[in-house]
């Protein structure tokens, strides 16, 4: 910069200051003012050296120097005052100091200024669209660039105001609002999912989406929609261009048309040269199963402890349950709960699958469950705890009460074979089959089942909570029936009717003309869509007759399909097998027939079915039996190292 020597200030190194400019050409532009500048400052150092003053001294004037012609290379010249001959050195530098810094000062206001002038529309802007949170967002922004300014003076840092900045305050505002609405856990979980979704974005590139009109607190989950729809609007929009560039054959558009329905499911984005996420949909629920949390948070569960996923006891096209062990603080192992997860992909939004308002949803397998689980002496339905909802993959999960033994289908499977194998080997004297006691047992829960399904109580308990509504089960079967530790001495399980993802109450419309269930296991009237016979709960009892009929013949689903006959019509009669009832208890065989009749009003309701088999306990609860000929099959808890 400036150099000292014998002939004061008559030189300049052609260097860049810290603006990067060069100031030889600046320094000396020929406007009086920066010549009067200049020439006070040669007389400052050839007087400096006449005096012989301190190095220390010299350095503290060149010093004051250079940012002096700093600030005139950036047109703002400071007013130099002439250095009168009574003034010692000291003197001087004071009054030189205080016009640099006035000058600076100037400087730093009129460039601020003129500043705060392009960014000030923007921050009443974001203002009037989304509070004062959105404009203290950009206030801040602002105030950040203003202190890095005056620290440095480099008003490159004064960026302009972009489209991130914009966005950033946009929902800074609104996510103020919306705290202010005291929205519910679950609605503020929900809107939290999807903002997460909406920075991933914008994280990616995919593009910023910003927030919509401000809702009031009782259109929070219409906001939500919307803001779902438009985030598939713009996942389908990043793969558009690879779409629209290829020879689109029919075949090509009918992809590309469910493009949008596979991504509104919950998939990613694809190209024309990817296959449909839907191949692997079985792998993919697999993979999610074991990655996600256990996720109290969300299920509005005490966090106790530490949840792990032991693996996945068993899954479907739409879903999988896994087992978790609760850990306490030592370490130890304190409660075991299974998840069930659903998935509905393009169904989410079907009103069957949903009680309450759509933007309020909660899931009607829960309400259903519930419903039964809180009914007085509920010891033979699967109890739920809480459900959470994951609306970016489309699915639903229960959280469930694990049931030690598994489900009634395993148990007859392993009779069954078990049967096969000793006929094969021709074991004299060893007959395989269930005995009556453990049928009554079966039988008898799951008319208790039916009961708190229809009228949610058991026959000489009541009266049900006064906004009990029946429900019908509608896929009752052996792979819905569970088998948990029994609550007596018994042998044999406590039997649980659970799954009821296919359930609906017995009023609503639909239920009575719907077709639903398992081949089968659906009732005449059902095959017939409720065509001249309604559907109902009479028809969850010939499903229990169903089953009862399963158990005695020890026939699986595979073995049937050789002898059943589909669909079952009110002329169909489905037997026992030969030899199946031989030596059975006649009333109970009785009873079992009485659930299959085909016309509904035949057949027994639950309360009935209920108090006819109570008739019967005396013979199956206090008689004795020969532990040697019945044969009882019990699947061991495989999860025992693990229980409480």
């Keep these: 910069m400036c150099r000292y020597s014998q002939h004061g200030l008559h030189s300049y190194d052609i260097s860049k200051d810290l603006l990067g400019y060069d100031i030889y050409t600046m320094a000396t532009s020929n406007t009086p003012e920066v010549n009067r500048f200049l020439d006070h400052w040669r007389s400052y150092f050839s007087r400096l050296e006449r005096l012989n003053v301190s190095t220390a001294q010299v350095a503290s004037f060149e010093q004051l120097c250079k940012h002096s012609i700093r600030l005139v290379n950036l047109s703002y010249v400071p007013h130099t005052p002439t250095w009168e001959y009574y003034m010692r050195p000291q003197d001087l530098y004071t009054q030189l100091h ?63 105001i972009d489209t991130n900045d914009i966005w950033n305050a946009q929902w800074s505002g609104r996510l103020s609002q919306l705290a202010a609405l005291n929205l519910t856990r679950r609605m503020q979980i929900r809107f939290n999912d999807l903002f997460d979704r909406i920075k991933e974005l914008a994280k990616d590139n995919n593009g910023l989406i910003f927030p919509h009109e401000m809702p009031t607190g009782a259109t929070v989950g219409k906001y939500c929609d919307a803001l779902n729809d438009e985030i598939t609007d713009v996942l389908v929009g990043s793969v558009y261009n690879q779409w629209v560039g290829r020879n689109r054959n029919s075949e090509t558009r009918a992809r590309y048309g469910r493009l949008r329905s596979h991504v509104a499911a919950g998939h990613a984005p694809y190209g024309p040269d990817q296959e449909s996420p839907t191949k692997n949909k079985s792998a993919t629920i697999s993979d999610r199963a074991g990655r996600l949390s256990f996720g109290s948070e969300r299920a509005i569960l005490p966090e106790q402890g530490y949840w792990m996923n032991k693996g996945i006891l068993g899954k479907g096209a739409w879903g999988c349950a896994s087992i978790w062990l609760r850990y ?59 459900y959470g909802l994951y609306e970016r993959f489309r699915m639903y999960r229960l959280y469930m009460e694990y049931c030690q033994h598994g489900d009634l289908e395993q148990n007859l499977k392993e009779y069954f074979e078990l049967a096969r194998m000793v006929n094969r080997s021709a074991a004299g004297g060893i007959k395989v089959q269930y005995p009556d006691r453990i049928l009554w047992r079966i039988f008898t829960g799951l008319a208790a089942a039916a009961c708190l399904m229809v009228q949610g109580f058991l026959p000489g308990d009541g009266p049900a909570d006064e906004d009990h509504k029946a429900i019908v089960h509608r896929d009752l079967k052996p792979a819905n029936i569970f088998l948990a530790t029994p609550r007596d001495s018994s042998d044999f399980p406590e039997v649980k009717l659970g799954d009821l993802g296919l359930a609906a109450f017995a009023d609503h419309p639909k239920t009575k003309t719907r077709f639903c269930g398992s081949h089968g296991y659906v009732a005449p009237e059902v095959c017939k869509h409720g065509i ?11 499903s229990i007759g169903r089953t009862m009929l399963c158990l005695v013949n020890l026939s699986t689903d595979e073995e049937e399909e050789e002898w059943l006959p589909y669909p079952v019509t009110l002329q169909t009669f489905i037997p026992f097998k030969d030899g199946a009832a031989d030596g059975r208890d006649p009333d109970l065989c009785r009873l079992i027939m009485d659930c299959l009749k085909p016309y509904p009003a035949d057949r027994p309701d639950a309360v009935r079915l209920y108090k006819r088999l109570q008739m019967m306990s005396d013979k199956f609860t206090s008689a004795e039996f020969d532990k040697e000929k019945d044969v009882v099959i019990v699947a061991p808890d495989r999860y025992k190292p693990f229980a409480r």
């Design 328 to 386: 306490n603080a030592n370490g130890s192992i304190v409660e075991r709960v299974v998840t069930k997860e659903g998935y509905l992909g393009s169904k989410w939004d079907l009103e069957q699958y949903w009680h309450g308002p759509k933007a309020d949803r909660v899931p009607l397998e829960y309400i259903l469950q519930r419903a039964l689980s809180k009914s007085p002496k509920a010891d033979n339905v699967v109890h739920c705890q809480a």
């Design 532 to 542: 001249i016979y309604p559907i109902g709960p009479m028809s969850d009892i010939w």
């Design 98 to 160: 205080q016009a640099v810094a006035v000058t600076e000062m100037q400087y730093i206001q009129d460039t601020l200024r003129n500043h705060r002038a392009k960014w000030s529309p923007h921050i009443e802007d974001v203002r009037n669209r989304c509070g004062n949170g959105g404009a203290a967002y950009l206030e801040r922004e602002w105030n950040g660039l203003a202190n890095q300014f005056r620290s440095n003076l480099d008003a490159r840092v004064l960026r302009e």
